[in-house]
């Protein structure tokens, strides 16, 4: 008789208990995000992904899921050398228990990651407030070589455009869905002048098509180890096209998102090195319309999590974050608009 496929809480519970992995960890810290789970071990870091059907992924099936380890592992080694170990079997046995890499038939896919230092993170050094420019400096141009060496993907300059468009209104119709305290007046303003953007400054998003390349995708702080050399993890695996960035763009989101954590500096310092290295001279009205865009599709991701049931207690997190991002779209509309 055939055991019974076991259910995602059963998966997670399984590997939330220090006695299910090999190296017999002291604990396991577990996390949840939107489209996985992590857990922590002493030495490593374990992602599984959750099967979920979305309009921008697809990990419904196990071997989708397969596929997508697969992709992750590729991507990011090069940014991350010795930290994407490989994928590891989650089996279930004969007499149906779960097994990590053990003999039985495999039921998930995961994900093994070397564990980063937390306190080389740059949001974490953000937070103590110890970011050197040195550091700032290096992974700069760790970043810039990157780009360099990556192969230019430059872009339809319509269809670059229309990206921004949709993109927009998607945030604009989130937010007013799912945030009914907001006021839909401000927030119509807001997308009014984002896509009077799109529309007025053609020439520009035109040279920005024309620099595109397959990037990291989702360049956090807490995404960037200040390690010697640097490495970045994280790399967004599950949609090439939202890989698809002008380095600018990419570059501004980072810089937006030390702002949001507090340290503007950080951003200014990136693009000055960029400037240097590359001998590019960004448009100051382009950087700030990838802030103030990045800021709104931030809003919108914020807000969102309040439709995912979250605990009682984040519920007014994920408000004031929302507020925080919308705030920051503001601030970095164009000023010529």
């Known amino acids: 008789m055939t055991a ?19 190296e017999q960890p002291a604990r396991v810290n577990t996390i949840e995000t939107h489209m996985s789970w992590v857990f922590l071990t002493d030495r490593h870091v374990y992602k599984l992904h959750k099967p979920i059907h979305t309009g921008y992924l697809d990990f419904s099936t196990l071997e989708k899921r397969r596929l997508d380890c697969d992709e992750e592992i590729r991507l990011n080694r090069p940014l991350a050398p010795g930290v994407y170990l490989g994928k ?19 039921v998930e896919w995961l994900v093994k990651m070397r564990r980063l230092p937390r306190d080389c993170m740059l949001d974490a050094r953000i937070d103590r407030g110890n970011v050197t420019k040195a550091e700032v400096d290096r992974f700069t141009g760790t970043l810039v070589e990157f780009y360099r060496q990556t ?29 009914r305290d907001l006021e839909p ?13 799109v529309e007025r400054r053609k020439a520009l998003l035109k040279e920005s098509a024309r620099r595109v390349v397959e990037a990291h995708g989702d360049l956090r702080p807490e995404h960037i180890c200040l390690t010697d050399p640097p ?14 960035l002008d380095p600018v763009e990419e570059l501004a989101f980072l810089a937006l998102e030390c702002e949001f954590e507090g340290a503007a500096w950080i ?23 990838f802030k103030a865009t990045r800021a709104h599709l931030r809003a919108r991701l914020s807000a ?14 994920w408000i004031d974050k929302t507020r925080a991002y919308l705030e920051l779209a503001w601030r970095h509309l164009p000023a010529s608009l």
């Open 4 to 22: 019974r496929q076991p259910t995602l809480a059963t998966k997670v519970a399984f590997l939330s208990k220090p006695e299910s992995y090999p």
């Open 88 to 106: 590891v079997a989650l089996v279930q046995t004969e007499d149906g228990s779960l097994a990590l890499n053990g003999a039985g038939e495999t």
């Open 151 to 179: 192969h230019a993907e430059p872009q339809p300059e319509e269809t670059y455009r229309q990206r921004f468009v949709e993109e927009t209104r998607l945030n604009h119709r989130t937010l007013l869905a799912v945030d």
């Open 185 to 197: 007046a401000a927030l119509e303003r807001l997308r009014d002048r984002l896509l009077e953007f």
């Open 231 to 244: 490495l970045f993890i994280d790399r967004l695996e599950f949609n090439r096209g939202f890989r698809l």
């Open 267 to 289: 951003g200014d310092r990136v693009f000055g090195v960029y400037r240097s290295l590359t001998g590019e001279q960004p448009e100051s009205e382009l950087v700030t319309f």
């Open 304 to 317: 969102s999590h309040l439709t995912d049931h979250p605990p009682r207690d984040s519920v007014q997190k």
